[in-house]
Each structure stands twice: as structure tokens, then as C-alpha cells.
């Protein structure tokens, strides 16, 4: 979910401006439409665009939520052009995810598809600015954190420390549209929200966007704000389970031990999941008691590699003796583990590969409950993009986490598939924990990401059925 759009629109609100919502996605995700090597989900931006007030509009500003939608976010922009061509456009960088990508490293694509402003980084901090420089058509000095077709092509990026972020305005978006599918980015519920309690991650990762649309910093919520929001979300929409979505929730260890004894304190009743990972060392062993005290549920750790060498390559420390007793903990609590692994960087070798499984097969005994393994891909705004180090011999083809398009690609997928078998075979070894994971899955209460695949696949495939039935018939007329 844009939990970053949300909250720009709620602060928008406070500032007293007029926000219209134009969500393809949340209007209805069960439309499927065919673009050639995949499917589009959602509502066709064109029947979206006829009312007023998207007629009365003084500036469009697009999320650019994922390195994988780039080009679809293109052709959005061409036709709104096409259809506004007076009207300001902006694209907002998603700063706070992984999956996202430097928009300054693309720039080129966006203005001559027509865009107007590139807002890199986060908006809050000089929102006036931003505001006032697009309200006149984007003319003059262009704020420094934005990018247009003649400002300085090194955006500043800034994360204001002790900034309080507004509450996301999630009433503009249409959640029961989200929570109709049977599945989210963590565990699904029958009804949930994202949130994010803090912004950036201070570390370097070669084969992350972060280092860049973050500029290495961090700063967390307050306690107290975080529990605000928690609360204020649960009450609005009868909300219990909240997925966190942070790059780096724990940085601060001490933070969110308060806002553990908060939520225990203030008897706030609800589930949460850290579900986009954090950095396991900043999680005290004996501090797990009170995460599953206030409700933690489900926690991801990303040791990447078995391979101090890549790691160090990398640019990250790991200390697998503290992963696996946190893992061990964790399940002695309550907690559902997912351990993130990665194959395919430049530097990876068959010891290293060799490392990575035998830690997760030490992991898998220890309790871990699910693996996801990513293959990695030049996503724009990573050292790994900026440096050429992956080559592609095809670069139209979808950038994603799977990029088909590596001239190695055959290779790191026999090694992704293999990591798998290695879970799920280990796994069958240790128990009945794999049985029990299936029916979950099958019933739709999914405890981890995993879970969610069954009806998730069932989902896509009916659509796509479904799409196909009214292809025929329409042909057939």
C-alpha cells in the first residue's frame, strides 16, 4: 500500500490544499489487462481521468512506488500529457522502500515522456517551496530537491530529525479494495495498515537504492507518535494489525522497547509485523519477551549471504551466531521468522553460494519459519547500477527482483531454486511445521509471506481466466 503517498496527501490537508486520490490499483485490483510480458492489475488510468475533479486540477504528482512500474508510470504520464498538456507534472521518488528506485538516475525518461519536476527525497521539510514553484508552472529556480529540465542535476536530499509526520490519509484511498485479495506484503489479515515509524537506514549496501534515496541517514518517530498513530488507525478503521514497513525499524534499539512498553501500557490490543526487515543485531535476545508482550508477531532479517567475504564486499556486518538465537528465540515466542537471502552479485562464487546454504539449513533447525530469496538486479540509484557491474542483454525487459533480463540470469536462478529445496526439504526434516504451514495456507490464515502464495497464485490465475473469457467472447462479436 503507498503508505508514503498517504502521507504526503495528509499533509497536503493540513496545509489546507485540496487533494484528489487517483488510485488504479486500490480502486480495483480484481481488473487484469494484458501488456504483452505481463499483466496490468487495476483500474485503466483512463477511467480514472473524466471528472471534475481531476478537470479542475492545478498539478498532478505521480508515486513512482517501484523500479518494476517505471515504464508503466511513463505511459501514464504521456497521457495525462497527452490529455492536460498545460497542466504541471511531478513524480514523487519512493524513498522508503527497497523495491524503489533513484528517479535522478532515470531522469532523462521522465522529462521527455513530459514530466515537469522530479521530487527526490522526502517533500515535507520545503513543501512551500515545492508548492509555490509548481503552482507557476514550474518556472524560475527550481528547489533543491527537485529536478527539472534545467536545475542542477544533483538533487539535495534531507531527512529532518524530530519531524512529526501527519497520519496517513487513508481515508482518500479504498481500503476495502485492498483488503479484499487474499494476500499483502506480510502475513495476510482480514484487515490491516502499513506504517512506518522511522525513515532511511544508515548502511551502504552496493546492491540497494537506499544508500542513494537516503543519503545514509536515519531518524525514527517518537514513541509516543508512533503509539498516536497506532491507535488513532485502530480506532478509525477498526484496525488491528499493522504491518511496519520501515527500511530499518530497530536502528535504535531503545526506541522501540518504548514503544513496546507504551503499547503493553496503554492496553492497545493490536499485531504487528516487521515486515520489510530489520537489522537483527540492533534486536536485544532478552528484549524478544516484550516484542511479543505488545504483539509482535512476525519478524524478517535479511543475512543476505552465508559469506563474510561477500558480505564485506557488500558493505554489510552480520552476525550469524546472534541470527540464529534470535531465531530460536522468536519461535520460542510466538514469532514468525523470515531470513532474506540474495544471489547473483558480481562478486558471488559457488563457496560463497555453498555458505549461504549451510547457514540456512542451520537457520531452517534452528525455527526459521520461511526464506525468501532475491536474485539481484541493477535497480537504479545502486552502486551496482552506477558501476555497470550486472550486465543485461535484453534492457527492456521487466526490472525486478527475477530480472529476466541478466546475461547471467539461468545460472542465480538454478542457485535461487536450489535455496528453496534446501528450505523446503530441511524444513520437512524438522517436523510437522511445514504440514501445518500448508493448511494455513490453504484455509487463508497465513501466519508468513509464504502462506499468502496459494491463494495469491489462485487469485492472479482466475483473473487471468477471467480476462481471457471476455477476450473471446469479444472477439467472437
Known amino acids: 500500500m503507498p503508505v508514503e503517498l498517504a502521507t504526503l496527501a495528509s499533509f497536503i490537508l493540513e496545509s489546507c490544499d485540496q487533494v484528489y486520490m487517483v488510485d488504479q490499483f486500490g480502486t480495483d485490483p480484481s ?3 494484458d501488456a ?27 508515486f513512482a512506488i517501484s523500479y518494476m512500474s517505471h515504464g508503466e508510470l511513463l505511459n501514464s504520464v504521456r497521457e495525462i500529457k497527452t490529455i492536460f498538456p498545460t497542466v504541471p507534472i511531478a513524480v514523487l521518488e519512493n524513498s522508503q522502500a527497497v523495491t524503489g528506485y533513484s528517479i535522478q538516475r532515470v531522469a532523462s525518461s521522465f522529462i521527455n515522456a513530459g514530466v515537469d519536476a522530479l521530487i527526490c527525497g522526502e517533500p515535507y521539510y520545503n513543501w512551500e517551496k515545492i508548492k509555490i514553484f509548481l503552482s507557476n508552472s514550474c518556472k524560475g529556480k527550481a528547489p533543491s530537491n527537485l529536478l527539472t529540465v534545467h ?31 487474499p494476500y499483502s506484503h506480510g502475513p495476510k489479515t482480514r484487515r490491516f495498515l502499513p506504517v512506518l515509524t522511522s525513515r532511511g537506514c544508515p548502511y551502504p549496501c552496493d546492491f540497494c537504492v537506499v544508500p542513494e534515496t537516503n543519503n545514509r541517514q536515519w531518524c525514527g518517530n517518537s514513541p509516543a507518535d508512533v503509539v498516536e498513530e497506532i491507535i488513532t488507525l485502530r480506532d478509525r478503521y477498526g484496525i488491528l494489525d499493522f504491518q511496519v514497513e520501515d527500511l530499518n525499524p530497530t536502528i535504535q534499539h531503545q526506541r522501540w522497547e518504548e514503544i513496546c512498553e507504551l503499547l503493553i501500557s496503554k492496553q492497545a490490543g493490536i499485531r504487528f509485523y516487521f515486515v520489510s526487515g530489520t537489522k537483527a543485531e540492533t534486536l536485544h535476545i532478552d528484549k524478544i519477551p516484550l516484542y511479543a508482550r505488545a504483539g509482535c508477531r512476525y519478524l524478517s532479517i535479511s ?45 558471488e562464487h559457488e563457496h560463497d553460494f555453498k555458505r549461504s546454504r549451510d547457514y540456512l539449513i542451520k537457520m531452517v533447525h534452528s525455527g526459521l519459519d520461511e526464506v525468501a530469496i532475491f536474485m539481484i538486479a541493477p535497480f537504479a540509484g545502486s552502486k551496482l547500477y552506477s558501476r555497470n557491474e550486472i550486465l543485461l542483454h535484453n534492457h527492456n525487459a521487466l526490472p525486478s527482483f527475477s530480472p529476466r533480463g541478466r546475461v547471467d540470469y539461468e545460472t542465480y536462478e538454478r542457485r535461487r531454486k536450489a535455496l528453496i529445496r534446501t528450505f523446503f526439504i530441511e524444513k520437512l526434516k524438522s517436523g510437522f511445521d511445514l504440514w501445518a504451514q500448508g493448511v494455513r495456507a490453504l484455509w487463508g490464515i497465513p501466519q508468513t509471506k509464504m502462506e499468502n502464495l496459494p491463494r495469491r497464485i489462485a487469485y492472479i490465475y482466475w483473473g487471468i481466466t477471467r480476462l481471457k473469457i471476455s477476450q473471446l467472447r469479444a472477439h467472437n462479436l
Not at 524530530?162 to 496517513?168: D, E, F, R, V
Not at 522468536?330 to 514469532?335: A, E, L, N, Q, V
Request: with cysteine.
Open 36 to 62: 504483452g510480458d505481463h499483466y496490468l492489475q487495476g483500474v485503466p488510468l483512463s477511467q480514472l481521468l473524466n471528472n471534475e475533479e481531476v478537470k479542475s486540477t492545478d498539478c498532478f504528482i505521480l
Open 303 to 347: 543475512p543476505e549471504s552465508g559469506s563474510k567475504e561477500l558480505m564485506q564486499i557488500i558493505g554489510k556486518k552480520f552476525n550469524y551466531r546472534h541470527g540464529i538465537d534470535l531465531v530460536k528465540t522468536c519461535r520460542s515466542y510466538g514469532i514468525r521468522t523470515q531470513a532474506c537471502f540474495l544471489v547473483g552479485h558480481p562478486n
Open 151 to 181: 536545475s542542477d542535476p544533483v538533487p539535495v536530499r534531507s531527512i529532518v530529525k524530530g519531524w512529526k509526520y501527519p497520519i496517513p490519509a487513508w481515508h482518500l484511498f479504498n481500503l476495502e479494495g485492498y483488503w479484499r485479495l
Open 31 to 33: 481488473v487484469l489487462f
